[in-house]
C-alpha cells in the first residue's frame, strides 16, 4: 500500500473512520442489548473503544491542521482559532450537559436513560459540577475533554515549532502519571489526543519514511499490523464476552481497564488498533464510498453534529419504546437511531444551530 504525500484520499479514509466510531457511539449510547450491531461496537467493553479511537482522530488532525498546515501563520492567529473552538466547545458542553439532564430528570421515560449522580431537580450543584468540569452527561461526556485538550494545543504547536518535541512528550507523560495518581480524568487522556497531535504534525515525514521502505517492507509491516489487531480483537472478546469469570481472563482485563482510570495498555493498543483501522479504511475507501458513503461520511464530515445532537434520537426512542431483551427488537432499534441521528444532522435548523 503506497503512501506518499498526504492527500485528499488519506484525509477521507479519516472521516470515513471518524463516521464509523459516531455510529459505534450511538449505537452504545443507545445501551440496548442484546443487540447485533455489537459485533460492530463491542458494547464498549473491549480493551479499546471506539472513544479512543475519536479522540486519536481529533489530536491527528489537529496536528496536521493547525500544526503542520498552519505553520506559516503567525501563532497568535492559530492560537486564536484554538481558543475559540474550545470556548465553542465548553459553551455547548454546558448547554446539552444542563439540558440532557433536565430531560431526563424530568420526562415520562419507558426505557432507562443514563442517570446523574445529582438530585432530581438541584439545579444548581448540576450548574456548579457541570462548569467546573466535574460532571459531565454521558451523551456529551467527551466535550469537556476537546475544549481543554483545544485551550492547551498553541502551547503544543508552539514546543513543536521551537523543534521541542521530545519536551512535549516529556509533558504529556508527566501528566498522564499526574492524572492517574490524582485521578484527574483530562490529564489521563492527554496521551489520546496529544500523542496523535504530534504524529499530525510531522504527518509528511511520517508518510515520506513510509514511501522510502521497500514494498516487501511495508507489506511485512502491514500484515503484522493487521494480524496483531485481529489477535488482539479476538482475545479481547473472549476475555470480555466468553469467559470473564475466569481468573486468567480477569487478569489480562485489568491490563485494559478504563473503569477507574485509563491505563498504560489501553492507549497503546489504542494506538495500534487505530493505525490498523484507518490504514484498512484508506485500503477499502472505493468500497466504503460506494456501499456505505452516503451514511459514513456525513457522520464523519459533521461529527461533532452528531455527537452533540444524537441524544435527541435516543431521547425520542426511550419515551415510546420500553426496554426488551428480544435480539432482533434491539437490533431494530439500533438501526433506527443511527438512521435518526444520519436525518438529524441533515436538517437545515440543526445544521445552522449546532456547532460543527
Not at 464530515?301 to 455527537?307: N, P, V
Amino acid at each position: 500500500m503506497q503512501m506518499s504525500k498526504p492527500s485528499t484520499n488519506r484525509l477521507l479514509a479519516l472521516d470515513y473512520l471518524r463516521g464509523f466510531f459516531i455510529v459505534v457511539i450511538i449505537i452504545d449510547h443507545l445501551w440496548r442489548w442484546p443487540n447485533l450491531l455489537a459485533a460492530f461496537t463491542g458494547e464498549g467493553r473491549l480493551w479499546v473503544s471506539a472513544a479512543e479511537g475519536f479522540v486519536i482522530i481529533s489530536g491527528l488532525l489537529v496536528g496536521y491542521i493547525r500544526g503542520y498546515k498552519n505553520r506559516e501563520l503567525p501563532l497568535k492567529v492559530v492560537s486564536k482559532k484554538l481558543l475559540s473552538r474550545a470556548l465553542l466547545l465548553y459553551v455547548w458542553f454546558v448547554i446539552m450537559t444542563l439540558l440532557y439532564t433536565g430531560i431526563v430528570w424530568y420526562a415520562p421515560f419507558v426505557a432507562a436513560m443514563p442517570w446523574m449522580e445529582i438530585a432530581k431537580g438541584d439545579w444548581a450543584t448540576l450548574t456548579w459540577q457541570t462548569i467546573t468540569f466535574i460532571t459531565a452527561h454521558t451523551w456529551v461526556h467527551f466535550l469537556y475533554l476537546y475544549a481543554i485538550f483545544m485551550a492547551l494545543t498553541p502551547i503544543a504547536i508552539w514546543l513543536l515549532r521551537k523543534n521541542a518535541a521530545i519536551v512535549l512528550v516529556i509533558s504529556i507523560l508527566a501528566s498522564f502519571i499526574v492524572g492517574k495518581y490524582l485521578n484527574i480524568e483530562w490529564l489521563e487522556w492527554t496521551p489520546v489526543f496529544f500523542l496523535p497531535a504530534i504524529a499530525g504534525y510531522y504527518l509528511p515525514t511520517i508518510q515520506s519514511w513510509w514511501s522510502g521502505l521497500s514494498a516487501r517492507a511495508r507489506q511485512v509491516q502491514l500484515w503484522s499490523l493487521h494480524g496483531f489487531t485481529l489477535l488482539t480483537i479476538i482475545a479481547s472478546t473472549i476475555t470480555t464476552y466468553l469467559i470473564p469469570n475466569n481468573q486468567t481472563a480477569i487478569w489480562i482485563n485489568d491490563f485494559f481497564s478504563k473503569e477507574f482510570t485509563l491505563d498504560f495498555w489501553r492507549i497503546i493498543l489504542a494506538f495500534i488498533w487505530f493505525t490498523s483501522f484507518v490504514l484498512a479504511f484508506h485500503h477499502l475507501l472505493p468500497w466504503l464510498e460506494k456501499r456505505v458513503g452516503w451514511l459514513l461520511l456525513p457522520f464523519g464530515t459533521q461529527s461533532l453534529t452528531a455527537y452533540v445532537a444524537h441524544g435527541f434520537i435516543l431521547i425520542i426512542l426511550g419515551l415510546v419504546l420500553i426496554d426488551r431483551t428480544n435480539i432482533w427488537y434491539n437490533t431494530a432499534l439500533g438501526i433506527v437511531a443511527i438512521l435518526g441521528a444520519w436525518m438529524l444532522i441533515r436538517m437545515p435548523l440543526v445544521q445552522r444551530v449546532l456547532p460543527r
